[in-house]
């Protein structure tokens, strides 16, 4: 039931807040992963086109949440940002060619 899972993954995505209030990496970690495929994942077309969105990707708050875990030290959070981060360089050189 679609309605069960929107509050699961809802309840999920606060708990991560939670959790990284109190200083969990994991917490800020686990949101902005979900943050950034949304829920479901978007690359599962299928779905997507069923219209059953439950979470959409939102880029800027994903790295947000990323930012958080940094700050707390999170080596998985730096390597994700970072590959983000030269993947937006390297599309922004191409883009002036």
Do not use: C
């Amino acid at each position: 039931d679609d309605g069960r899972v929107a509050t699961a993954v809802n309840r999920a995505l606060d708990f991560y807040r939670q959790a990284g209030e109190n200083g969990s990496t994991e917490g800020w970690f686990n949101r902005g992963q979900l943050l950034w495929t949304g829920y479901p994942d978007h690359s599962e077309v299928e779905a997507a086109d069923q219209g059953t969105i439950i979470v959409q990707r939102d880029a800027a708050a994903a790295k947000e949440s990323f930012l958080h875990a940094v700050n707390l030290g999170d080596p998985d959070s730096m390597y994700f940002l970072g590959v983000q981060q030269l993947s937006e360089e390297i599309a922004t050189d191409s883009s002036t060619l």
